[in-house]
């Protein structure tokens, strides 16, 4: 997409500081990162969300997504990894290009777990809520 910073990088009319790439994507470091060496996965065909990725995509991102943690592990040796990504505006999505967020953790960094996101599970129980999947 033209005007996709994203697709920009993909392509190298903007810079980027690459940490993997293969075939499929690209990894780069985030620009305002919110921990030493917080990464961007990148598939490298424009597409909003993981529901815009074609299946051969959706086999081959998660195996990207490992290769670039491989990576970031054997040059920051971290103690643990937040993986994952905001999909939709009203969710934290930003920018209109999936991307999956790998964010390299230390002990005793202050930091908290995917749990601190949000606690707002509205009022019906979770006994409730499975009904609607039968
Ligand atoms: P989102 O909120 O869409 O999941 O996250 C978008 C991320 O992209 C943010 O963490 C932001 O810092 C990062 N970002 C935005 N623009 C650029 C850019 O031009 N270069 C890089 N490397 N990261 C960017
Ligand atoms: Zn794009």
Redesign the pocket.
């Known amino acids: 997409m033209e005007d996709c ?1 994203f697709c920009k ?1 993909l392509k190298g009319e ?1 810079p ?2 690459a940490v993997y790439e293969d075939e499929h994507i690209l990894a ?7 921990t030493k060496g ?1 990464t ?1 996965v990148v598939p490298k065909k424009h597409g909003e969300t993981v529901f815009d990725l074609d299946p051969h995509m959706r086999e081959v991102l998660m195996s990207g997504v490992q290769k670039t943690m491989e990576r970031i592990d054997s040059v920051l040796h971290p103690d643990g990894y937040n993986v994952g ?2 999909h939709g505006k009203d969710a ?4 209109p290009h999936l ?1 999956v ?1 790998i964010m390299p953790r230390w002990k005793g960094d202050g930091g908290g777990s995917m749990h601190s996101i949000i606690k707002n599970p509205g009022d019906e129980k979770p006994e409730e809520v499975a009904k609607l999947f039968m």
Do not use: T
């Open positions: 910073i990088i903007m980027s500081h780069f470091l985030d620009i305002f990162p919110h917080h961007l990504w905001n934290g999505q930003v920018v991307h967020h």
